[in-house]
């Protein structure tokens, strides 16, 4: 019972959110009424209306029923779509700040449209994808209804030029995919002139397909990286001595955590190949780490499963999806261990430059919204991490998916042999079917089994975005067999006979060709009915499916307040495309997304999974008791058994699956927590010193203050260096002081004090007038100059800081056995040395500064782009066209002598990295 009144409370509680939302639907319908009857000119000077109106003091909440209104005809006379109900709910609950949980096919896509626009009214909105392609199409295909409304819209792809980029988030709506958003606001803060920044305010953001980007992306953060020193010849060293350890005897292994240990013995065989005395000796610990990370990639990594290699270099395979990801790279030395155990040449490691987590990024917005077909499995986690609500929005037809019972096998050969049968026998009955793989591997094996049976099928891995989308726009087709990883063509909607439209665009272009693309679409739209005939077939009211499609009707009609009339559903079919999965996903929403695929817009559908013993979920989540079970009930090879108790404990290991992996991200953002709050620290500093913009007035006098201030808090750092706090200055160090002082003081003021607060005052003093001194003879430059110093010495110490922090959470695991949290450590560790970077950067900065040998030398500035003028686009380097600070005196400085400056680096490693 307590389970029953559980799902009874979650279920009212949706339906009271609903009941909240039908009198703002009532009134956007009423207004849809007088939007009817506008002329054109009148529907889009409702914009400027709009905007005067909230210029005025009304509220987006109090002009919504209107706008909506609008966009709904507006959406009509432009794309020939007109919202229905739902998807006005939906948009309602997306303006809200919440996430609209809507089936596969119920048009999210045309629902973002309405939020979109009322938003837009005040402020920049962000509609964000799962991929290009998909912000391309949603750009040019919902486009022209913004763009009749007087908004502009823009386009982010991974090929956008910096130009570009800018012009596109000048626009009212700008369509792109998550990571380029996150990239454009890590490289906003990496530039030198404000004319380089692109993104612009961070107002609203909608985002499609919700659970992947924020759960499931969250796990990985968005890096800019730059290489290192590591050499190759390590990495295949590594990698031979990792063969040389055996699992159960030299290292124990845990799969379901990715972790392995080794043994006693395993230790003694390190030390004897790594040829020290003591393994666990400090010296030891980079040794120690790369032969981890050898086993690593060894033991857990495998290739066509997380990785395939194509054109001699490893390209990572997203485990969710299925999809290639060439442009990401494992971190910590991974990948290359993986290029070394492949036999690949090894590219260099990567050193991170600036990073930050999707979590933390989109919590940087005003505004966020999200829309998906599978969210509320993950709802704990929206709302403590995002506060986003989760709303389930009813279908527009009664959802007719019938859902079979789980198949499981002891085997995965025999596994697969099933799901070939079963093709083999849906094919038979012009049955359309699309099966679902978690992997490249699973899905060419499975090919192989159909190519032998003579079943002609397509494969797609998620690879190429477009051209899979119109693959998977035809899988309804009769007789289609497709076999698909998790993500491939997702955000395509599957229609029973086939695409029309897709098809006939393919052979001739609506723009170019418009008469003969209307006789294809007329012909292919009369070939999909036909096709839709023998795929879906009448079925008996009176038969069990019959009265189970009857009490879905009824509990949709429940679901949007409808009345059930009998007999408006007379007649009621079976048939549809059927959904085949060859494994349970981790997340029961991925397997949910894979199901939602079949049963779109009241169409019949069914769906079933074929599971083995073998599958990872099964194997490491209690696999010994599955197969326990399975030998007591006599299941021999070959053959399936469906049990409820199979069932339930599948769902009690996916559940476990994602109380893991909810840990992983929590821990994730609370680390990243600390790192963020300097980040924003570093983020807001280097604000202050950016070069300004085109027509901007430099603002001289703040930076005098800032300078001013970085001048006194060098001034005591130098005298606590040579006098400690407190003690009388005859005691400390003078002649030292003094030498310190002649580097950055000229001329050496007299320290003349009885007291240590007196000596500061002196110091403080005279470094403060080398400063104006140094502004009045460098003279007009010197303010560029040192806002391009500063930016460089910040930008220098803070990758430094990001690769020291990196180290330390390496290893901060270990402080457990101590006794301690390791993430108390880490935020007291990452604090010391936060504040130990602040302080070298300032020192840095003072030393070129105020040195009495600073010179600059004026060069003509080539024709270039305002920006570029300005800076170069490197964070690192001032540009050739502004003037040049050089800190050493005349004649020529050693790559590998001492910097100048007085950082204490080598000059090649500090003002000479670049030249």
């Not at 109900?85 to 939906?90: F, K, P, R, S, T």
């Not at 040579?722 to 003690?727: M, Q």
Request: hydrophobic share 35%; net charge neutral.
């Amino acid at each position: 019972m307590p389970v029953l009144s559980l799902l009874r409370k979650v279920r009212d509680s949706n339906e009271r959110k609903l009941r909240r939302l039908f009198p703002i639907l009532a009134a956007v319908n009423h207004w849809s009424q007088k939007m009817k009857d506008l002329s054109d000119e009148e529907l889009r000077a409702k914009t400027s209306e709009f905007k005067r109106r909230l210029a005025s003091g009304e509220t987006p909440d109090q002009i919504l029923p209107e706008a909506f209104a609008v966009v709904r005809e507006a959406a009509r006379r432009t794309i020939g779509l007109y919202p229905f109900d739902v998807q006005v709910l939906g948009g309602i609950v997306l303006h809200q700040r919440r996430i609209a949980e809507m089936k596969t096919g119920e048009g999210k896509t045309l629902v973002a449209t309405m939020p979109a626009y009322l938003n837009a009214l005040v402020g920049k909105v962000h509609i964000v994808t799962v991929n290009d392609y998909l912000a391309k199409r949603d750009r040019y295909w919902m486009g022209p209804i913004y763009e009749f409304l007087g908004l502009s819209v823009g386009l982010l792809q991974e090929d956008t030029p910096p130009a570009e980029r800018k012009k596109a988030y000048q626009c009212d709506i700008v369509y792109g995919t998550n990571a380029q958003f996150g990239f454009d606001y890590l490289r906003d803060h990496m530039v030198l002139s404000r004319d380089q920044k692109v993104q612009g305010p961070l107002d609203y953001a909608i985002i499609d397909e919700v659970d992947y980007i924020l759960i499931d992306e969250a796990r990985t953060p968005l890096i800019i990286s730059g290489p290192t020193e590591e050499t190759a010849r390590m990495y295949r060293e590594f990698a031979r001595l990792a063969r040389l350890f055996r699992p159960g005897e030299d290292f124990e292994v845990d799969e379901e955590h990715r972790r392995l240990s080794l043994t006693e013995k395993g230790w003694e065989k390190a030390e004897k190949l790594l040829k020290f005395d003591n393994i666990a000796d400090p010296r030891a610990a980079t040794a120690r780490y790369h032969l981890e990370t050898a086993l690593k990639a060894l033991v857990f990594y495998k290739r066509d499963r997380d990785y395939i290699v194509k054109d001699g270099r490893v390209i990572i395979v997203d485990e969710f999806t299925g999809r290639l990801m060439p442009d990401r790279r494992y971190s910590g030395g991974l990948h290359q261990a993986i290029e070394a155990k492949e036999g690949l040449p090894i590219q260099r490691e990567h050193q991170t430059l600036a990073q930050i987590t999707i979590q933390h990024y989109f919590r940087l917005y005003k505004g966020l919204a999200g829309m998906t077909g599978t969210a509320k499995t993950e709802e704990e986690e929206l709302k403590k991490i995002y506060g986003l609500d989760v709303v389930q929005i009813p279908t527009n037809r009664p959802m007719i998916r019938y859902h079979h019972p789980d198949v499981i096998f002891r085997t995965r050969k025999a596994k697969f042999e099933a799901v070939a049968e079963k093709v083999a026998e849906l094919h038979r009955q012009g049955r359309p079917v699309l099966i679902g793989t978690t992997s490249i591997e699973d899905s060419e094996y499975l090919s192989q089994l159909l190519k032998k049976r003579g079943l002609p099928h397509q494969v797609l891995n998620a690879k190429y975005h477009e051209k899979e989308a119109m693959i998977v726009a035809q899988a309804g087709r009769l007789g289609a067999i497709t076999i698909a990883t998790n993500m491939a063509g997702r955000g395509t909607d599957i229609l029973l006979g086939g695409n029309p439209e897709y098809r006939a665009r393919q052979e001739a272009d609506p723009q170019t060709e418009p008469e003969r693309y209307q006789e294809l679409l007329e012909r292919y739209r009369k070939e999909a009915e036909e096709e839709r005939k023998k795929i879906v077939q009448p079925a008996d009211p009176r038969s069990p499916y019959g009265r189970w499609v009857l009490e879905q009707i009824k509990k949709w009609c429940r679901e949007t307040g409808k009345e059930f009339r009998p007999e408006e559903w007379q007649e009621i079919y079976q048939g549809g495309l059927f959904v085949i999965g060859c494994q349970r996903h981790e997340a029961r929403r991925i397997d949910d997304q894979l199901a939602g695929r079949a049963g779109r817009q009241g169409d019949p559908g069914e769906a079933q999974f074929f599971l083995s013993l073998e599958d990872d979920l099964l194997r490491i989540f209690g696999g010994e008791r599955l197969s326990a079970l399975m030998e007591r009930l006599g299941v021999k090879e070959g053959e399936a058994i469906t049990h409820d108790l199979l069932t339930r404990a599948i769902r009690r290991a996916q559940k476990r699956v994602e109380e893991r992996n909810f840990e992983i991200r929590k821990r994730l953002l609370e680390y990243d927590e600390i790192m963020a709050k300097q980040r924003d620290a570093i983020y807001a500093l280097r604000e202050r010193f950016l070069l300004p913009g085109a027509g901007e007035t430099p603002n001289d006098a703040e930076l005098r203050e800032h300078l001013l201030g970085m001048a006194e808090e060098f001034a005591e750092l130098l005298v606590e260096r040579y006098v400690p706090r407190g003690k009388p200055p005859e005691e400390g160090d003078l002649s030292g002081l003094l030498r310190e002082l002649a580097q950055v003081c000229e001329p050496l003021p007299e320290l003349k004090a009885k007291r240590w607060e007196d000596l500061l005052k002196i110091v403080q003093e005279a470094l403060k007038e080398q400063l104006d001194r140094q502004w009045e003879r460098l003279a007009p430059h010197f303010p560029v100059v040192a806002r391009l110093v500063v930016l460089r010495t910040v930008d220098e110490n803070w990758r430094q800081h990001l690769l020291e922090l990196d180290d330390l959470r390496e290893g901060i695991g270990l402080r457990a056995y101590g006794g301690t949290d390791p993430l108390v450590e880490f935020k007291r560790e990452a604090h010391r040395m936060f504040e130990e970077m602040l302080v070298r950067s300032e020192e840095q900065v003072m030393r070129v500064l105020l040195s009495p040998r600073l010179t600059i030398r004026v060069e003509a500035a080539p024709a270039l782009a305002p920006a570029a003028a300005r800076a170069s686009s490197s964070a690192s380097r001032p540009a050739p066209s502004k003037p040049q600070a050089s800190a050493s005196p005349p004649g020529r400085v050693g790559r590998n002598d001492p910097c100048p400056c007085g950082s204490g680096k080598k000059y090649k490693h500090c003002c000479g990295k670049g030249l």
